[in-house]
């Protein structure tokens, strides 16, 4: 196939030479691709990892006061609506309906009070679902990395790039 003059062995270099340039190429521009997917992939992980840390703050410094000022507002409403009660019984057989009228808009004030924190207690309770939600899709995310033998940082992959390159 090779011929054995200088003339000949000079084409059959440059051929080869031709072949490994095309080649390495090419390879470079499969790793370029590859390293736009991982860092698509490290992108998509930290957003994630943003919402992981609102979560654990919800968790650990908003819904504790939250759950404590809940309970705190109900057994203050089961007094005020007590009182209402009660002021309203006394009313019917007292003259002083002035009073009993502030003390009912007072009871109404903490009760519209109390079904706003109830509201936002619900809020609180659907953030947390969709956090676990978002917690099971980065531990899935992950074990599809981990099982793939995939789990390379963006510096990892531009380390062997560079490697390659140098390599060639």
């Known amino acids: 196939m090779f011929e054995d003059s200088p003339r000949a062995r000079s084409t059959d270099i440059s051929k080869l ?6 080649s390495a190429q090419i390879d470079m521009a499969e790793l370029k691709e590859d390293e736009r997917a991982w860092v698509d992939v490290l ?3 930290r957003e994630l990892q943003s ?3 609102t979560a654990m703050d919800l968790r650990n410094n908003v ?3 939250l759950d404590k000022q809940v309970i705190e507002e109900s057994v203050q409403l089961d007094k005020v609506q007590e009182e209402v009660e009660e002021v309203c019984f006394h009313s019917m057989f007292h003259a002083n309906l002035v009073q009993a009228k502030l003390k009912v808009q007072r009871a109404k004030i903490g009760a519209r009070d109390l079904q706003t924190l109830k509201s936002a207690a619900a809020l609180v309770t659907r953030n947390l679902g969709e956090i676990k939600d978002l917690q099971s899709d980065i531990a899935r995310l992950e074990r599809d990395l981990e099982g793939t033998g995939s789990l390379k940082t963006v510096e990892d992959v531009q380390r062997e790039v560079d490697q390659l390159s140098n390599h060639m």
């Open 17 to 22: 030479t031709a072949r490994l340039t095309r």
């Open 43 to 45: 992108t998509r992980f």
């Open 51 to 53: 919402s992981e840390k």
């Open 63 to 65: 819904i504790p006061p």
